[in-house]
């Protein structure tokens, strides 16, 4: 059960930091909403706790806000 669990949150944090990594990269608006589409998730999950979400979500959007 708790290797199941585990390599499920780590599928999920994969991806997760897959479309912030894709965000930084190229930032446009759809890969801001998929970013944070994948970091709620993770949060909803209990993957990562919700201040790190805010902090993930804070960072990108501020890296949208400098591309502009």
């Given at each position: ?22 965000m930084?990269?190229?930032p446009?608006?759809?890969?801001l909403?998929?970013?944070v589409?994948?970091v ?7 993957v ?6 805010d902090k ?13």
């Open positions: 059960v708790a290797a199941k669990k585990s390599s499920n949150n780590n599928d999920i944090k994969s991806s997760m930091r897959t479309a912030i990594k894709k930084e990269k190229e446009t608006n759809e890969n909403v998929a970013a589409k994948k709620d998730k993770a949060c909803k999950n209990g990562i706790k919700k201040n790190t979400a993930y979500k804070s960072r990108l959007s501020k890296k949208l806000n400098e591309t502009k």
